[in-house]
């Protein structure tokens, strides 16, 4: 009872940060330990999702509550991170890049995950090579023909090389060009006319063209 009581009161604290953030609620989360909790309720929620390294789930209980919780979770993070160089930091200790990238991975929570992404580039100090770096790694994880994975991450990136002329510096540095024209070089052949034994025969030109469109809108942006 006391288990379900807890459960229970987690939804309202998330809720609570996600309504009243500011700079001085920034502060006190970092200093009362609570992006670890909401990291470590994170790590749990993708878990259940079956969306770790093992591909599958250890919960063996169906837990309603745990979507909603697991999304105001995300939301919760999501603006913790927002300015907050403390938190990101945190963050990014806990290995919790990887977990937003485990997020990237499942349709439902791609643009919760790609948003904690975002704001982790955004937010990193002077030298944040890593988080870039960690993004754009995702380009080469997916599948040549997974191209609306590619499109949304790019357009991802496109978000934060707008946001500040240090990601664009960062980009540049850890040779962010290299990885989109190697997105590029991908889709050789996808044009072609298609036979019913090529990758791409089951793939929609539509798609296509929207990730051409996201590689040069992410090449001409990098380049301001």
Same mark, same amino acid.
């Given at each position: +009872? ?31 330990? +609570?992006?670890?909790?909401? =990291?470590?309720? #994170? $790590? ?25 919780? /697991?999304? +105001? ?18 963050? &990014?200790?806990?290995?919790?890049? @990887? ?15 790609? /948003?904690?992404?975002?704001?982790? =580039?955004? $937010?990193?100090?002077?030298? /944040?090579?890593?988080? #870039? ?5 995702? *380009?080469?994880?997916? &599948? ?9 991450? *790019? &357009? ?5 090389? @707008? ?20 997105? *590029?070089?991908?889709?050789?052949? $996808? ?6 034994? $090529?990758?791409?025969?089951? =793939?929609? &030109? ?16 990098? #380049?301001?």
């Amino acid at each position: +009872m006391e288990e379900q009581a807890d459960n229970d009161a987690m939804p309202a604290v998330v809720a609570a940060i996600t309504a009243y953030v500011n700079d001085e609620t920034l502060q006190q989360c970092f200093e009362v330990g +609570m992006v670890e909790v909401l =990291v470590c309720l #994170m $790590s749990l929620y993708i878990d259940y999702l079956g969306a770790g390294e093992g591909g599958q789930s250890t919960q063996a209980v169906y837990q309603p509550s745990m979507v909603p919780l /697991g999304e +105001m979770v995300i939301i919760a993070l999501t603006e913790l991170l927002t300015s907050s160089g403390q938190n990101s930091a945190v963050f &990014r200790e806990l290995g919790g890049a @990887k977990l937003a990238g485990q997020l990237v991975r499942l349709q439902d929570t791609r643009d919760p995950g790609l /948003g904690l992404l975002q704001q982790l =580039v955004i $937010s990193a100090g002077p030298g /944040g090579d890593d988080d #870039m770096t960690g993004l754009l790694d995702l *380009l080469h994880s997916c &599948r040549q023909t997974d191209l609306g994975l590619k499109t949304d991450i *790019l &357009r991802c990136l496109v978000g934060c090389l @707008k946001e500040s002329h240090r990601c664009r510096t960062v980009f540049r540095r850890i040779g962010g060009f290299v990885y989109i024209m190697s997105v *590029l070089v991908g889709l050789e052949g $996808s044009l072609d006319e298609i036979g019913t034994d $090529s990758p791409w025969a089951s =793939v929609d &030109r539509r798609a296509i063209f929207s990730l051409l469109h996201q590689i040069f809108s992410s090449l001409a942006v990098a #380049m301001r």
